[in-house]
């Protein structure tokens, strides 16, 4: 675990110092040799997503314990490091809250969809909240979650499950949806924990209430969807701009007010996740 959080210490230094590697992230190879599998075959996410897992997680094993784990860091740190994203958040982000006009601040705007979903994004305050939150997850909580649960094989298993589920030419095949469904399963954890920490930076009472809220619009079914975060996010918001000083005499439902302060709220649940994760680790130690 230590040598887990060393590694995601590392890679934020890197993605904080050194943005520009992101363009470093391509999946074009593996992309098209999923899409000419699931053409022709129902089981194109266990073999092309269970095939690279399961061989980075023999790499795993087999690294621990060479050169005092520096080996096993350098590993992580490369792993992590090409599964995050593949967007830069925060580029997006300023991209948007700098673009001279309100034509090009929307037209900016669509950048923040979670990659491989089809625009448009609406230029508003709920939509481009729910779309902050929703990349911040796809790009950033669901990585680390898994990675910190699984190591780098628990990283490359949920960003090749999202490529596979928004495969751009396969939107009708059966390993699609298959995938889809997958990709849910794998995003509702982390999404949990984001709404704890939204609770914990945010209004408690604003983050229970919009949990209780939406599933109480589903009724007694219990699905593993993660679409709650939507509403918890949009709560937080607006209970955030009403209760900061920083934005006094400012409307939530203002898009840019709404954007900063949903990213204000996106770098607080990674402070915490971080938080938490130290925690662990020095109580393994003294434990």
């Given amino acids: 675990m230590a040598i887990r959080l060393i590694a995601i210490l590392l890679v934020l230094a890197l993605i904080r110092f050194l943005p520009e590697l992101a363009r470093l992230r391509q999946f074009d190879g593996w992309s098209a040799w999923y899409e000419r599998v699931a053409q022709t075959s129902?089981?194109?996410?266990?073999?092309?997503?269970?095939?690279?897992?399961?061989?980075?997680?023999?790499?795993?094993?087999?690294?621990?314990?060479?050169?005092?784990?520096?080996?096993?860091?350098?590993?992580?740190?490369?792993?992590?490091?090409?599964?995050?994203?593949?967007?830069?958040?925060?580029?997006?982000?300023?991209?948007?809250?700098?673009?001279?006009?309100?034509?090009?601040?929307?037209?900016?705007?669509?950048?923040?969809?979670?990659?491989?979903?089809?625009?448009?994004?609406?230029?508003?305050?709920?939509?481009?909240?729910?779309?902050?939150?929703?990349?911040?997850?796809?790009?950033?909580?669901?990585?680390?979650?898994?990675?910190?649960?699984?190591?780098?094989?628990?990283?490359?298993?949920?960003?090749?499950?999202?490529?596979?589920?928004?495969?751009?030419?396969?939107?009708?095949?059966?390993?699609?949806?298959?995938?889809?469904?997958?990709?849910?399963?794998?995003?509702?954890?982390?999404?949990?924990?984001?709404a704890l920490a939204l609770a914990i930076v945010s209004d408690f009472d604003a983050v229970l209430k919009s949990w209780r809220d939406w599933h109480a619009t589903r009724g007694d079914r219990f699905e593993l969807n993660p679409g709650f975060l939507d509403a918890i996010a949009r709560a937080s918001v607006v209970a955030d701009v009403a209760q900061d000083e920083a934005y006094r005499d400012q409307d939530a439902h203002s898009p840019l007010v709404a954007l900063s302060d949903a990213m204000v709220l996106v770098r607080r649940v990674l402070i915490v996740w971080l938080t938490v994760i130290s925690l662990l680790v020095l109580g393994g130690w003294f434990g």
């Fill in 42 to 194: 129902g089981a194109a996410p266990l073999l092309c997503v269970g095939g690279p897992v399961a061989i980075a997680l023999i790499v795993q094993w087999g690294l621990r314990g060479i050169l005092f784990g520096a080996v096993s860091l350098a590993f992580a740190c490369v792993i992590l490091f090409y599964c995050w994203g593949p967007r830069d958040l925060e580029r997006d982000v300023e991209a948007v809250e700098k673009a001279p006009d309100s034509a090009r601040r929307a037209q900016a705007a669509q950048a923040l969809l979670p990659d491989g979903r089809v625009g448009p994004l609406a230029y508003d305050a709920e939509s481009l909240v729910a779309a902050t939150f929703e990349s911040a997850l796809k790009r950033w909580f669901g990585v680390l979650f898994w990675f910190a649960l699984l190591g780098p094989a628990g990283a490359l298993l949920y960003r090749l499950l999202q490529l596979a589920a928004f495969a751009p030419n396969l939107a009708e095949a059966r390993a699609t949806s298959d995938a889809r469904r997958a990709a849910s399963v794998i995003d509702w954890l982390p999404a949990h924990f984001v």
